[in-house]
């Protein structure tokens, strides 16, 4: 079955400092990628995704996640994070024409002025 | 609003208590998913329709857990005699057509608390 491995449970950062979040997935077919992001008392939106093409994605907010196949990989990364980016992270995974995402158990940052 | 809407937003049950969560897709869209998020926990999934048939419900954790979607749009999440253990948020999803790269749009969830 596939899972989704997060890495960081809690990453606390000052701003202006740069940000890399985890993620790994299991599962050797074609997949499709997400990170989700969920502000405090907020529904999960979509930061960015990958389904085929330039392995690096921008997404919103600054933003991007690289996908390494060989690694398993989509880290998100921000050059200079915000106190706005006080979140929770999600890495997600959907397998090629499937329905259901698999999630990580997700990342906490806290980001200090 | 434009979004996936959901009711309640908080739910406190009794144990053994019936309890049913509505959500309300956005317009137009054909893909409807239920997940279950427990604390500290990611999202995971429970059940997935597109209109009104249930094509997976492969995540649902027990039989007490039935979801239906009549019509193709609003649907129900019901849980009878709720258990301690079943205590979550409940996030339902939507999307045209989720195989073809189309966002899958989350609601702000059901918190459902059970005594």
């Known amino acids: 079955a596939q899972s989704v491995s997060q890495h960081n449970h809690h990453v606390i950062l000052s701003e202006a400092a740069s940000l890399e979040l985890g993620c790994n997935y299991s599962?050797?077919?074609?997949?499709?990628l997400f990170w989700y992001v969920q502000y405090p008392g907020q529904h999960l939106q979509l930061l960015l995704k990958?389904?085929?093409?330039?392995?690096l994605v921008k997404g919103i907010k600054g933003f991007e996640a690289e996908f390494i196949k060989s690694k398993f990989s989509f880290n998100l990364r921000k050059p200079s994070v915000q106190w706005s980016d006080t979140a929770e992270y999600f890495c997600?995974?959907?397998?090629?024409?499937?329905?259901?995402?698999?999630f990580g158990t997700g990342t906490r940052l806290q980001v200090f002025p | 609003g434009a979004g996936v809407s959901q009711s309640p937003r908080y739910k406190v049950a009794k144990r053994g208590q019936d309890v049913a969560l509505r959500c309300d897709p956005i317009?137009?869209?054909?893909?409807l998913f239920w997940y279950q998020q427990a604390l500290g926990q990611g999202p995971e999934f429970l059940t997935y329709?597109?209109?009104?048939?249930?094509?997976?419900k492969s995540g649902l954790p027990s039989d007490r857990f039935f979801a239906e979607r009549p019509e193709g749009s609003v649907s129900t999440l019901k849980i009878q005699r709720t258990q301690q253990e079943d205590s979550a948020v409940y996030l339902c999803?939507?999307?045209?057509?989720?195989?073809?790269?189309?966002?899958?749009?989350f609601g702000e969830g059901s918190w459902l608390t059970v005594v």
């Open positions: 999803a939507s999307t045209v057509d989720p195989s073809s790269g189309n966002t899958i749009y």
């Open positions: 599962y050797g077919g074609t997949v499709n």
């Open positions: 990958y389904f085929s093409g330039d392995p």
């Open positions: 997600a995974v959907n397998e090629l024409l499937a329905d259901k995402l698999i």
């Open positions: 317009s137009g869209h054909v893909s």
């Open positions: 329709f597109q209109n009104e048939a249930q094509l997976d």
